[in-house]
């Protein structure tokens, strides 16, 4: 069965930081491209990142860039997201989502989220 | 950026009508690489249909999506009370910029 479990989310001041991981299993993780999706609280999704399966291509939202990092550990089987430099605007959950298996960026699998709240 | 906007807001009905949620692309999404998502509260999304059409592993047949495009429609033939929910469509053909919809919410009338 695939699993995403979400942590580290919790409450940071303006202009903290964060590091989120994400912990995978069932299937085989270093096959898979991976991404980080956020919701502000009683609002719609954000795609905040994406990594692809050897961490060869990165990608970020405008809204993130230059401020948050994906990473991913494939012999822990484990995606990571450092977030620098908070904002009050990015307080949400932060699922982790997996692509469906045919290689496009629709996801199948999601965790069940991390609260971050970024607030004084 | 590919702006998604979907209507109605929030859709009314009673179960066992039919719903038609609509999602409109700002520039033609190549391929129809269109999904939706179906959320309720404190859970995270789940998958209904991608392709524009297919439906995704163990989704009932009552749930089809359609169109192509700009324009596409996600239609629950009759609701049953689970379907009382939000609804997200997501765009992935300009991947891997990726964006959604801001979301329909089927409430019971």
């Known amino acids: 069965e695939v699993q995403l479990v979400e942590s580290g989310g919790g409450l940071v001041k303006p202009g903290g930081s964060l590091r989120l991981s994400c912990a995978a299993s069932?299937?085989?993780?270093?096959?898979?491209?991976m991404n980080w999706v956020r919701q502000a609280p009683g609002k719609g999704l954000e795609w905040v990142s994406s990594?692809?399966?050897?961490?060869?291509?990165?990608y970020y939202a405008d809204s993130v860039k230059g401020r948050f990092t994906i990473s991913r550990d494939n012999a822990k089987n484990s995606l990571y997201l450092q977030m620098n430099s908070l904002r009050a605007e990015d307080t949400a959950v932060y699922y982790c989502?997996?692509?469906?298996?045919?290689?496009?960026?629709?996801?199948?699998?999601w965790g069940q989220g991390t609260l971050v709240t970024v607030s004084s | 950026e590919i702006v998604l906007t979907q209507s109605p807001g929030t859709l009314s009905l009673s179960p066992g009508e039919r719903a038609t949620l609509s999602c409109r692309a700002s520039?033609?999404?190549?391929?129809?690489?269109l999904a939706w998502y179906q959320q309720k509260p404190g859970q995270a999304p789940r998958l209904l249909i991608y392709?524009?059409?297919s439906r995704a592993t163990g989704i009932p047949d009552r749930f089809s999506g359609s169109g192509s495009g700009t324009d596409f429609t996600l239609t629950i033939s009759r609701l049953e009370p689970e379907d009382f929910a939000v609804y997200y469509c997501?765009?992935?053909?300009?991947?891997?910029?990726?964006?959604f919809g801001g979301g329909t919410k089927v409430e019971i009338k």
């Open positions: 069932g299937f085989t993780f270093s096959s898979y491209s």
């Open positions: 392709g524009a059409s």
């Open positions: 990594i692809s399966s050897s961490s060869s291509y990165i």
């Open positions: 520039q033609s999404v190549s391929s129809s690489y």
């Open positions: 997501q765009q992935y053909g300009s991947s891997p910029l990726l964006t």
């Open positions: 989502a997996r692509p469906h298996n045919s290689g496009y960026d629709f996801f199948d699998y």
